[in-house]
């Protein structure tokens, strides 16, 4: 469980976050939604631990631990998985032998054959051709790939706190609907995710159990999945008059 | 505990102790310190290897080159290297072990450390061992004997295989080539000589070690390699020496002949002390549908200039030069190949990858050269460069020749820094910052090292734990 109480955080002296009050419970998943530059990546890097940001002001809880001590990897073994928008390519390291690591540094008894089982299961799951196994990370990945082996990964590390950060964006309709389908099997207690997207077209297949609005560093307007429908009716044109209303 | 990828990037933090040791020195020959080099030093020399007449008379010619020649001033700083305070020549032991029990206990002791025995044990098919200026074990499976293979020290194939020595000794690296070259060819002593006849494969690698004990040492080896048609062989050489506040230098030359169909793979692994000048020069000559590769592993050394070369000679002949070098602190490394296509059909490839942290320098050089004439010919060259931090330097100076426009070229070259973004997105996913970084310079040599054999050599087991040995520690 996530809780983000009243956060201030800057890059370069530039205020981004600007108080933002956040909570997703124990086996819910909320989305996030907001214009461009409303500070929604921000707020997953600052969740994950990015050295660029300096929080000046709030806390972040993840299962009640105070995650802005920690380093981005014991937030990662603490059990938040970022779900990047942009993954970094990484030259030479083979798709399956990072996966291996990574679960390694989770779990210290692993089998290779037992995991490589396991892997290619989660592929079919996910529609992802296994060959990309054994390609290097990232490198040479259309966006819609990239976004899938960001999915592997998600599912395979298993968090409690899934944050993805657009992964909707370069996947067609029906690899989103799959993606959307294996991320529905994880929705259980101990686990909750944060969806960040610009659209809400991943939020037909993957049903929120709260959708906030975010604008200017602030979260503006938290609600029901209908909100949602709303802006994707209307913009956030809608949503900012019916602010003005109130 | 670190996992095998950090202690990748600890290469060489335990070098004091597993290499870094040294013995009293021991003599029973040495040359006068302090005199630089003269004729009296390399007549010295020769005398005391009791060497037939041609030989000195090679020795006091490129004791000429040396004198002319001028310090090399386009690569790495040389400044401080002083010729006077130097021993050309030491002899450690009378004789040479053909049993490990027959070589003196401090030395032995020194190779059990660094696990020379164990390692021939295990997988070579023939071992030298130099200690100081001369070979003090040399030894060669007796099958391998049985099929006309030999294996010796340079010095012993003079006097045993005179023709062959005196029929390609100084014509693939003139004394007149370079400074070092000169150097080596006036005062040499050691080093391999190894001649593998027609059609005979060598499966197991043959290997050398060279280590150097003593203070303000200068070792000049002395190596020479022919394939013979259809012949196949794949020498390894290891390298390290004491710690000590003042320099040594290591000026070795090694030629290799490939004659027609054969195949000849010369893998190094250089890891002198950080007190080490290494100016060395290798070049083979690849002759008909040969193949000559040049695996290069730089780590250790203070500066190190040394650019394997292949000189294709004839229609298909086939250069491979692959290369890592790391560079830290206090260290230069100066490296890289040439392919020189002067037939046609002749194709090449070199791979470099450099590594530089802590305020080490790498320079890539290299030289692709193809001449009139050389039609249908192919070369690619990938130099890549990481910097792992603002206190490191790395330059890349590639020379194209290319006089044939029948002929395909693609040079490729990255510089890149490790970098935040990528960082981050490794700890993002549960990686320590040192094994985040050990992975993306894994990842970056990974086109050289998955070129290696699994089982390679002792100082690449050991130093760049490869996939195999997943789980140690």
Redesign the interface.
Known sequence: MLEIKNLHASVEGKEILKGVTLTVKDGEVHALLGPNGSGKSTLSYII?????YTVTKGEIRLNGKDVLKM???E???EG???A?QY??E????NVF??LF??AK??QKKLSPVQFRKQVEATCVELGFDKQFLDR??NVGFSGGEKKRAEVL?LML?NPSLAILDETDSGLDADALKTVAKALQTLRKPGFSALVITHYARLLNYLEPDVVHVMKDGKVVMSGGASIAHEIEKHGYKAIEAQEAKK | MKNQNERLLQINEDYAEKYGFHYPEEAVHRTKKDSGLTEAVVREISKIKNEPQWMLDKRLQALKWFEKKAMPTWGADLSHINFQNITYYLKPTEGQGRTWEEVPENIKKTFDRLGIPEAEKRFLGGVGAQYESESVYHKLQESLEKQGVVFLSMDDAVKQYPEIVKKYFGTIVPASDNKFAALNTACWSGGSFIYVPKGVKVTKPLQAYFRINAKNMGQFERTLIITDEGAEVFYEEGCTAPIYSTDSLHAAVVELVALKNSKLRYTTIQNWSSNVYNLVTKRAHAYENAVVEWIDLNLGSKITMKYPSVFLLEPHAKADILSIAFAGKGQHQDAGGKALHLAPHTTSRIISKSICKDGGRTSYRGLVEIVKGATDTASSVKCDALILDEKSRSDTYPTMKINEEDSTISHEAYVGKI????L??????????SEATA??V??????VTKELPAEYSLELNNLIRL?MEGGVG
């Open positions: 994950a631990g990015h050295p660029k380093k981005p990897e937030r990662a073994l938040a998985f970022l990047f993954p970094m990484i030259q030479g390291v032998n990072f690591q990574m540094t989770r290097e990370l990964q590390a | 970098g935040e973004e990528q981050f997105y490794l700890r993002s996913r549960g990686f320590s910052e992975m993306i894994l990842g970056f040599i990974a086109d996939e």
